[in-house]
């Protein structure tokens, strides 16, 4: 290579890395594996090396890659926070150890411990309390988000216990566990919302949130993996570790103290199957030297200790044929490209299907027909195309075009400004948009029919029996019984005949019949209005009582509501604009479908609170908020939606909005805990 040569890569290479850098901590998005981001930025640090002239101050080798953003006060770090070295060889960790036993004339112990997949959080204490979370940032300053992390139940506001020094930090990872991540996306499907693409994006653009109330709602954790301060009386990272579980930090079990590297390559091996077992994502293994002089003998680079290193596990990926493009359409109108792969082998399980997510990614990785996809799977279940192999393309092959009319109804696709999915705006007669509301409404979350599968929805579609959920409850018997259809399996060929006897019928019939003693809130569930999942439609069957409520209200009188804003208020309101929207709900409600909420029979307790107003915000310890307000209600109180000066008390949890407060505040309301409000009621929260 060149000096010329060699510079224009250099450039070439800065400008995607830094691009990378910004999308993956700015946006929490990750454009490109992390495998082949490290390989970009590996490339990059050996040509910096070979021709140290064009070695700039400022190069993303040099420097930690995140970013601090404007919507939050930015605070510089007391210690930098570094990034880590990292490698995908075991050679290489070898190489680390021997490097380090060099420059060590002593003996000494590594700590391992597993490389959580989140994002870094510096946490300062003063005096046991919780004075400041900060993110990394760019590791010499970064975000004050000590409201948000005020919201993770496993960071503690204050600690107990013995020889609490009068400030130090503790760093941890934020993570979303599995399982949260997997009920958010349910959630979104639910709504028609774009999903997440794995926990750590999650979790980072959830920390960046401006409403804590909905960062608590996240149910983010964290695990704590490095306690800083002067003067410590530790020697140790493991014994710091020790004393951190005793104060009350959340430490992941996982770590094992190893006197030789042999014993640090035991670890990664079991890991490497075993950590799929955990709540949470896991990339790698962090290596860490146990004593606290020894780490100081060793020091730091710019970007990173000299006496820590990550071992990163390689994302399981195979190479497989794509066969074709097709494109689903989803019960909102959005057109999703599937691509159909040559059936492959990966971590134990065959892959046939990636999806492409939409014409961007489609066109960023710029597939051509018959291509060889490079696909992998993390933790996902579903498994995602990385790349192109480049070397088995058939020469002239054109690139995959994504398609501009529907492929299930041929009307011209559109793309809303912002979105990056196109969709088919034939809501009325696209079929997979008919069946997808179906098949919403009859879901076990919704009016739970669970009867009528997936087949036998289509079956009723094609023979044109059901054109939208109110014709369900309009079905006989008569019309039901002997239909037939047979659905071949595409994966597999098989055949499968569904036809409806007798008892299918019966049950089918039950079932319709039974849905209509589903409560409100899980009709207006089923309703499928755009972001109306089912959170948000119990906040407004409780708060609404009934659709004629829900009906006419406004946009401003929808955002009285709890926890609804002008996104949700706005859709809600749109699709009761839709005269047929209108005429589905009469019709639902002529079959006998609840349409509003039962009246609960309320005990009167007392009339201690007569004549006195409540509005009640925030997350509660020991009551749910639905609770509370049914406890004003029996003790003779009145429960208002806003704050005004009429009103008395302002009953306020943890983490309600600010703007409350100060409106509360303003206007001389008078502000009580959960506490205070159980005293005036005479009880207690045991
Ligand atoms: N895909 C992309 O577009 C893209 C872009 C930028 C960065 N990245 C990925 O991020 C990496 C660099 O990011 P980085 O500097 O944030 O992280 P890093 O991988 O270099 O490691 C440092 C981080 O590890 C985390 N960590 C987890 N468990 C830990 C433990 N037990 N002890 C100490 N730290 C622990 C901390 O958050 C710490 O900040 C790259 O190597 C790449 O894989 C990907
Ligand atoms: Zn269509």
Same mark, same amino acid.
């Given at each position: 290579m060149t000096e010329s040569q060699a510079q224009s890569r250099i450039n070439e290479l800065t400008e995607k890395i830094n691009y990378y850098n910004y999308r993956y901590y700015q946006d929490s998005i990750s454009e490109i594996s992390d495998y082949d981001f490290d390989v970009l930025l590996e490339e990059l640090t050996g040509l910096e090396k070979q *021709?140290? %002239? *064009?070695? %700039?101050? =400022?190069?993303?080798?040099?420097?930690?890659g995140g970013t601090i953003t404007k919507n939050f006060a930015s605070v510089k770090h007391k210690y930098p926070m570094l990034s880590l070295g990292n490698s995908y060889s075991e050679e290489e960790i070898k190489d680390f150890d021997t490097r380090i036993r060099k420059l060590i004339d002593h003996e000494f112990e590594y700590v391992c411990e597993l490389k959580f997949d989140g994002v870094a959080l510096s946490l300062t204490y003063k005096n046991g309390v919780l004075e400041r979370a900060v993110t990394r940032g760019d590791g010499v300053q970064g975000d004050d988000i000590t409201a948000n992390a005020r919201t993770i139940r496993s960071i503690p506001l204050k600690i107990y216990g013995d #020889?609490?020094? /009068?400030e130090f930090e503790v760093r941890g990872e934020v993570f979303m566990p599995w399982k949260v991540f997997e009920q958010l996306n349910q959630m979104r499907e639910d709504i028609g919302e774009a999903l997440m693409a794995n926990p750590r994006n999650a979790a980072s653009g959830t920390l960046k949130l401006q409403d804590s109330t909905e960062v608590a709602k996240r149910q983010l954790d964290c695990y704590i993996y490095y306690l800083l301060g002067?003067?410590?009386?530790? %020697?140790?990272h493991s014994q710091s570790m020790e004393q951190l579980t005793k104060w009350g930090f959340q430490v992941s079990p996982t770590y094992r103290v190893c006197k030789t590297i042999e014993e640090v390559m035991d670890y990664i091996h079991y890991w490497d199957t075993e950590r799929f077992n955990l709540p949470l994502g896991t990339d790698g293994i962090v290596l860490k030297v146990n004593a606290f002089e020894t780490q100081q003998e060793l020091g730091f680079t710019a970007k990173s200790p000299r006496w820590a290193i990550a071992y990163k596990y390689k994302a399981l990926g195979a190479a497989t044929p794509l066969e074709s493009v097709s494109y689903q359409v989803g019960r909102t109108g959005a057109v999703t490209p599937v691509a159909n792969l040559k059936a492959v082998l990966l971590a134990g399980t065959t892959v046939r299907r990636a999806s492409l997510h939409n014409a961007n990614e489609i066109a960023r990785l710029d597939i051509h027909e018959g291509d060889t996809l490079f696909i992998e799977k993390g933790g996902e279940i579903i498994p995602k195309v990385t790349g192109v192999d480049l070397t088995k393309r058939n020469e002239g092959s054109a690139p995959v075009q994504f398609p501009t009319?529907?492929? /299930?109804? #041929?009307t011209a696709l559109v793309r809303i400004p912002g979105e990056a999915a196109y969709y088919c705006p034939n809501e009325l007669e696209c079929p997979p948009q008919i069946r997808g509301r179906i098949e919403h409404f009859i879901q076990r979350k919704a009016m739970n029919m669970d009867s009528l599968g997936e087949g036998k929805i289509e079956l009723l579609y094609d023979k044109g029996l059901v054109h939208s959920p109110a014709d369900l409850y309009k079905l006989n018997y008569n019309q039901l019984f002997g239909l037939e259809k047979v659905i071949t #399996?595409? =994966?597999?060929g098989e055949v499968r005949r569904v036809s409806f006897k007798q008892k299918t019928v019966e049950n089918m019939l039950t079932s319709i019949e039974k849905s209509k003693t589903v409560p409100f809130d899980r009709v207006l569930f089923a309703l499928g209005i755009r972001y109306v999942g089912a959170t948000v439609a119990a906040k407004l069957a409780a708060y609404f009582g009934n659709i004629d409520a829900i009906y006419q209200a406004t946009v401003e009188q929808l955002m009285q509501a709890p926890e609804i804003g002008g996104k949700i208020a706005e859709s809600i309101a749109r699709f009761f604009s839709e005269p047929r929207n209108v005429e589905y709900i009469q019709q639902l409600k002529e079959a006998g479908v609840q349409m509003q909420m039962e009246m609960r029979e309320l005990v009167m307790e007392s009339n201690a609170l007569e004549g006195k107003s409540f509005v009640i915000s925030g997350v509660f310890v020991h009551f749910d908020r639905d609770v509370l307000k049914d406890k004003i209600i029996a003790n003779g109180g009145k429960v208002l939606s806003g704050v005004s000066g009429?009103? =008395? *008390?302002?009953?306020a949890g943890e983490n309600m909005g600010p703007s409350k407060l100060e409106k509360a505040e303003k206007l001389g309301v008078k502000i009580i805990s959960e506490q205070d409000f159980l005293t005036m009621i005479g009880e207690t929260a045991e």
């Open positions: *021709f140290p %002239q *064009f070695l %700039q101050p =400022d190069s993303p080798t040099q420097r930690v #020889n609490i020094p /009068a002067e003067n410590l009386p530790y %020697q140790t009319t529907c492929p /299930a109804c #041929n #399996n595409p =994966d597999t009429k009103l =008395d *008390f302002l009953l």
